[in-house]
């Protein structure tokens, strides 16, 4: 269950984030550097799924979905790396469509996307990516703690 001010929590998260980005040059979000960094990203999910797939390979949207991943190779119920979702079969629609969201984080901030992720922090409540991709859709919230 989440804290009970989980919600200002994220809304901070969001916020500080915000700031963050205020400090990255332009010309590295949304740019012709920030897609290279993500079609690089992409490329080393592809060959990092291709090598650990086990389970069935479709494009959802954008996503190209890599089922039957050993669990030591993702994190949580699945990770995204560039237009490539990792996991073991954790793909519900509302996951996908969470995945879907870092697919965009990750072509706006190209290879700044993991050093970004990794200052957000591994607390999902307080991740800004994981607030913006959706917290009950990630699975983080349930859906009957989050408000409509």
């Known amino acids: 269950m989440p804290p009970a001010d989980w919600e200002a929590q994220a809304q901070r998260a969001l916020e500080r984030g915000a700031r963050m980005d205020a400090w990255i040059p332009a010309f590295l979000l949304d740019s012709p550097i920030s897609r290279l960094g993500f079609a690089w990203a992409t490329a080393v999910g592809m060959l990092w799924g291709a090598m650990w797939s086990t389970g069935r390979v479709e494009r959802v949207g954008e996503l190209l979905v890599f089922r039957g991943m050993p669990g030591w190779s993702y994190r949580r119920g699945g990770t995204c790396v560039g237009r490539c979702y990792l996991t073991g079969g954790n793909v519900s629609a509302r996951v996908l469509a969470h995945e879907a969201v870092h697919v965009r984080q990750w072509r706006r901030y190209g290879m700044l996307m993991p050093v970004l992720y990794l ?10 990516f994981e607030i913006e991709a959706g917290l009950v859709q990630g699975g983080y919230v349930p859906a009957r703690s989050a408000r409509d």
């Open 119 to 128: 200052l957000a922090g591994r607390n999902a409540l307080r991740n800004r």
